[in-house]
């Protein structure tokens, strides 16, 4: 079993859709949680971290559940932009393990 | 953020020959780098973790002598791919962590823009 698992995807949706991404891990002992994201060709950039009390910024918004661990990122009014591969990514003792990845694309 | 360099951004070699790859913190030092490789559709792969100073660790199944990595430096670290074959054709990526005094699973990694080899 892989050590994070996302759904590859791809999520093709509207400009103004809401969209959910969904990530598991096995390591119950991880520490940390953060999404990135990864455009075609270029490496990847923070896009969060993932606190257990839930997190917001701006049209994304960020869940941890340590009991189910799972984590889940919600992007809200999607934008052309936001088209890019979505990476789960799971630290431990600064060791970080990527999903990989759930690839979105953001239609007109 | 913090910025990472690699160079070079992109290499076309024969088959047998030797590749370096340099991954540089720009504007902080990093004591610890890693470099990853990611085929295509699928998720970076971590390789080794270089610390400054000493031997990289390696993950499980990746060759030591095929992948020599060198920490000469607090702001630069080296892949040398030896010896390679088509199927070392990859995307790697290298990743530096900044340091912000915190525990080490707080502190967040930036990466290079990567390197694409390919191997004929």
């Known amino acids: 079993r892989k050590e994070v698992e996302q759904d590859p995807g791809p999520f093709n949706v509207p400009e103004g859709a809401t969209v959910a991404f969904n990530c598991t891990y096995s390591n119950s002992a991880s520490q940390s949680f953060f999404w990135y994201r990864q455009d075609c060709r270029k490496e990847p950039k923070l896009l969060m971290s993932?606190?257990?009390s839930g997190n917001e910024d701006g049209r994304f918004t960020a869940q941890l559940n340590r009991a189910s661990q799972y984590i889940s990122l919600l992007i809200r009014d999607s934008k052309l932009s936001d088209s890019a591969t979505y990476l789960c990514v799971v630290n431990r003792f600064g060791d970080m393990r990527f999903g990989a990845g759930t690839r979105l694309t953001v239609k007109p | 953020g913090a910025v990472v360099s690699q160079h070079p951004s992109r290499v076309i070699c024969k088959s047998g020959t030797s590749v370096k790859i340099e991954c540089r913190s720009l504007d902080f030092q990093a004591t610890t780098m890693f470099w990853y490789r990611q085929f295509p559709k699928q998720s970076l792969m971590l390789m080794a973790t270089?610390?400054?100073?000493?031997?990289?660790?390696?993950e499980q199944g990746v060759e030591k002598d095929k992948f020599l990595i060198n920490h000469a430096s607090l702001t630069l670290s080296t892949l040398t791919v030896t010896s390679a074959h088509p199927e070392d054709s990859s995307f790697y990526i290298c990743?530096?962590?900044?340091?912000?005094?915190?525990?080490?699973?707080?502190?967040?990694?930036?990466f290079g823009p990567g390197t694409r080899l390919t191997v004929l």
């Open positions: 270089s610390n400054e100073g000493s031997k990289a660790t390696y």
């Open positions: 993932v606190y257990s």
């Open positions: 990743s530096a962590r900044l340091r912000t005094g915190g525990p080490s699973s707080y502190n967040e990694q930036f």
